[in-house]
Each structure stands twice: as structure tokens, then as C-alpha cells.
């Protein structure tokens, strides 16, 4: 959890809320539906976390309504952005993995990786611009 109080499937959330909104989930926001499917987790699960995030100030939500992030949350979504990119690049570049395998070891490695860590390693990257999926790193 890194001191941030967060668990891995509110890290997934926040991640999975900035993949599907293309990093700007503030005023239209997303469908419940949709991050619970992406995440493939019922809707029941996803509304937990919502509400557990919405108490924590990190996105707003309506019942039956779309989530979006405030700032706060904005922030803490690319945080995990950051990690798991970071780690996609080091595993492409340095170890060579692909595909699926790449998605499963990045995805374990940034639960786990705290943000000063992940920032290190994108010095030691070079500070790449995008991530082997040619989405870009936000910093």
C-alpha cells in the first residue's frame, strides 16, 4: 500500500478509471459498469470501492451516475500510472518480455513499487516518454 492507505483493487480502480477516460475522468466521467467490467469484478464490488474512494475525496460519485476523479484523485491515479508504465519499460527493454506476461509482471510489480522507487528507475530509464504500448508517462 505504500502509505497511501490504498489497497490493490483501489489502485486497479483509480488505474483502470484513468485508462478509460483517457486521464481526464473529471466532469463526464465513467461508468461503474465499465470499470467493473474492464476489471472483470461485479458491479457490487466496484460500488464498495467507489464509495470507499468517494469518502476519501478522491473521485466523486452520484448514485447511478458516472465516477470522476478530483484533483487528489487525478494525482493518485497517475501515480499508479506512472509505476506501471515505468515497469512495462523496464521489462520490455531490460528483460524482454511481451504481451501478456508483460501485462501480469507489471501489474504485480507496481503494487509493490512505492512512487520514489518508481521514479528512480525512470531515471535509470532515461525517463522514456511512452511505454512499450505507446502511451504516454505522465510525470
Known amino acids: 500500500m505504500r502509505g497511501r492507505g490504498m489497497n490493490r483493487g483501489e489502485e486497479d480502480f483509480l488505474f483502470t478509471l484513468y485508462q478509460l477516460s483517457g486521464g481526464n475522468a473529471g466532469k463526464e466521467g465513467v461508468k461503474l459498469v465499465d470499470i467493473s467490467s474492464a476489471l472483470g469484478v461485479s458491479r457490487a464490488a466496484m460500488s464498495r470501492t467507489a464509495s470507499r474512494l468517494a469518502k476519501r475525496g478522491l473521485i466523486s460519485k452520484e448514485p447511478y451516475s458516472k465516477v470522476g476523479f478530483t484533483a487528489k484523485g487525478k494525482g493518485q491515479a497517475e501515480s499508479v500510472v506512472l509505476r506501471h508504465r515505468v515497469t512495462e519499460v523496464f521489462l520490455h527493454d531490460m528483460l524482454g518480455l511481451r ?41
Open 99 to 139: 504481451g501478456q506476461e508483460l501485462e501480469r509482471q507489471a501489474h504485480s510489480i507496481e503494487h509493490a513499487l512505492t512512487e520514489k522507487t518508481a521514479r528512480k528507475l525512470d531515471a535509470l530509464l532515461g525517463m522514456p516518454e511512452k511505454c512499450p504500448h505507446g502511451k504516454r508517462i505522465c510525470r
